[in-house]
């Protein structure tokens, strides 16, 4: 007779930055309940007893972060990681030092390859100034190999109605949605990352997966290789269970990803967020935005910047914001102009 494997190895506690494993550094979840917007696209209330420049503590149920006039992260560098930048409700201005712009949100994706250097600026304009701005977003820092650390900044945009989506209807009707981010699911193929994403290795086996259970709704993730990692975290509804055993709300549960994993809703809605991927297996040394291997690639990190600013700054302010008009877009340094269906 066959033992049954507990899929869980450990769980930790959602704080803002949620705990994370090779390959990937980083992950945040985003969401901010913004009220109305002023005619500067910030909010049309006042910002008294907010620490301006470092507003993290979610006063009223949002944060202006390190922006003083619109909420967000003015102009700031990166060097030798990857950010993916899942925008599941509002809109998102990024600006960089590329010359490049974008609007995007509603499900859009920004894959952002650092390299060997850029600055950007992500911003979230509060366009409505006659409802709320509400933004939910996920951050996510990918690490790069010592090998692509130098390569060449580039970002692609994976637009919402071109992202595919795995569907799964369980014996009893209940649906399950995945959101396929990174790594195929079932015959959901992913669109492609950047060339030089760690994602676009072919044993990389990275997987970035937002899935929505409906109430009842149970799946059975499937197994991977077990040489990767692969952690849960487990943000909405009011119960989920893992093999049959319930699951702490609001943690970070790292599986064992070899071993097939039923999930099960409670009753309502239940939503989880999948990161996966074969460890990259290098040092890591992280200092501000940038991460290399060693501590010298660090200090050669800053001397650059501080000596070329990574390409200088061509906007006008650190916080650009792309006008009133609420349209997805994203120009590319050469002038080239894509938008989205």
């Given amino acids: 007779m066959a033992i049954a494997v507990n899929p869980v190895l450990s769980t930790h506690p959602l704080e803002f930055v949620w ?3 090779d390959p990937f550094l980083f992950c945040v979840h985003h969401n901010d309940q913004y009220p109305k917007g002023n005619a500067d696209f910030g909010p049309a209330v006042s910002l008294a007893g907010r620490d301006m420049g470092q507003d993290f503590a979610g006063k009223d149920g949002w944060r202006m972060y390190h922006g003083r006039t619109v909420p967000g992260f003015p ?3 990166h060097r030798g990681f990857e ?3 899942v925008v599941r409700q509002g809109l ?6 590329m010359g490049a712009a974008a609007r995007y949100g509603q499900g859009d994706v920004q894959w952002l390859t650092a390299g060997k250097g850029i600055q950007h600026a992500e911003m979230f304009p509060l366009l409505r100034a006659d409802a709320d701005n509400p933004v939910e977003l996920f951050q996510i820092w990918l690490n790069l190999p010592k090998r692509d650390k130098m390569a060449t900044p580039y970002f692609a945009m994976l637009w919402d109605d071109s992202i595919p ?3 799964h209807t369980d014996a009893n009707g209940r649906t399950t949605v995945v959101t396929v981010v990174a790594g195929q699911l079932g015959d959901a193929r992913p669109l492609s990352p950047p060339p030089d994403s760690y994602a676009s290795k072919a044993d990389a086996d990275v997987a ?4 929505r259970l409906s109430a009842g709704a149970t799946w059975t993730l499937p197994p991977t290789v077990a040489t990767s990692n692969r952690t849960l975290y487990y943000f909405a509804g009011n119960s989920l269970q893992i093999a049959g055993a319930a699951a702490p709300k609001n943690h970070a549960i790292r599986l064992r990803p070899e071993v097939p994993t039923v999930l099960t809703a409670g009753d309502d809605e239940t939503q989880v967020l999948i990161l996966q991927g074969k460890p990259i297996g290098e040092p890591v040394m992280q200092y501000g935005p940038f991460v290399m ?4 690639e660090i200090q050669q990190a800053y001397s650059d910047y501080q000596r070329t600013h990574f390409g200088g700054w061509p906007w006008p302010r650190a916080d650009p914001v792309h006008g009133a008009e609420p349209e997805r877009f994203a120009k590319r340094p050469d002038g080239r102009v894509e938008r989205p269906g």
């Fill in 19 to 21: 705990k994370t494993f």
């Fill in 75 to 77: 102009s700031h560098p």
């Fill in 83 to 85: 950010t993916v930048t």
């Fill in 92 to 97: 998102l201005d990024h600006a960089d030092s």
């Fill in 165 to 167: 989506r795995y569907r």
């Fill in 208 to 211: 970035i997966w937002p899935v």
């Fill in 293 to 296: 291997n060693t501590q010298q």
